[in-house]
């Protein structure tokens, strides 16, 4: 079965800084999906960025940018110019091509310090 | 993008008691999924929902457990039956609204079931 990991229960960064939220996952698949979503207090789960495994290029959303090591299955987070709404916790999951389940890590808790 | 409408936000209920949990989408979709977050846990996949057939459960969930009722393409109720404390989690519901699973999904913002 998949497993995604996340190392970092808890993170922090000072206000405009950037911070990285690692994220690795197992898998036997060459062609599968990655996401971070985040959830706020509100409980409502945002997708943030997603990569797809066979472009080698990094995908980027505005402050948001990953690093993804195919070889290595690690799938990092980015967040540039942080700001007091990105606090939240920040979920990595992994999806196989033509599969359904999500499978999601345990996240990692970030506290953004003004 | 669609938007999930998911009620209750918030119970508490009584062991041996059920309680049901509704999903309204504001697009029709193909698949609809229910997911449990358990305290300080990640989310697991419990069951999709899709309409006109039986729901499909993961390992670890039975429908004697989580009934699923999928009427049509907007809607979905879960039912947490018999609950005891362990049933205590948020219950969030989520579809993908473009059919195609590898954009990501949308999710409601979550049913936080306390059982006491």
């Known amino acids: 079965a998949q497993t995604v990991t996340q190392s970092q229960p808890e993170m922090s960064v000072q206000e405009a800084e950037t911070v990285t939220l690692s994220c690795t996952y197992d898998?036997?698949?060459?062609?599968?999906?990655l996401f971070w979503y985040k959830q706020p207090p509100s409980r409502q789960m945002i997708l943030v960025i997603r990569?797809?495994?066979?472009?080698?290029q990094n995908a980027t959303e505005n402050r948001f940018s990953v690093n993804f090591q195919k070889a290595a299955k690690s799938f990092s987070l980015k967040i540039s110019d942080s700001q007091l709404g990105d606090a939240a916790m920040y979920f990595c999951?992994?999806?196989?091509?033509?599969?359904?389940?999500?499978?999601f890590g345990t996240g990692t808790r970030l506290t953004v310090i003004p | 993008s669609a938007v999930i409408s998911q009620k209750p936000s918030r119970d508490i209920c009584q062991r041996g008691t059920s309680l049901t949990i509704q999903c309204q989408v504001d697009?029709?979709?193909?698949?609809m999924f229910w997911y449990r977050q358990q305290p300080g846990q990640s989310l697991t996949l419990i069951a999709t929902?899709?309409?006109?057939?039986?729901?499909?459960?993961e390992s670890g969930f039975v429908i004697d457990k989580f009934p699923i009722s999928r009427p049509n393409l907007t809607f979905s109720t879960l039912t947490v039956s018999n609950m005891s404390p362990e049933d205590s989690s948020i219950y969030l519901c989520?579809?993908?609204?473009?059919?195609?699973?590898?954009?990501?999904?949308?999710f409601g913002s979550g049913t936080r079931l306390t059982v006491v």
């Open positions: 989520s579809v993908d609204p473009t059919g195609e699973s590898n954009y990501g999904y949308t």
């Open positions: 898998t036997s698949e060459s062609d599968y999906y």
């Open positions: 990569q797809e495994a066979y472009k080698q």
């Open positions: 999951a992994y999806l196989r091509t033509g599969a359904n389940n999500l499978f």
């Open positions: 697009s029709q979709v193909t698949m």
């Open positions: 929902a899709n309409q006109g057939s039986e729901a499909t459960y």
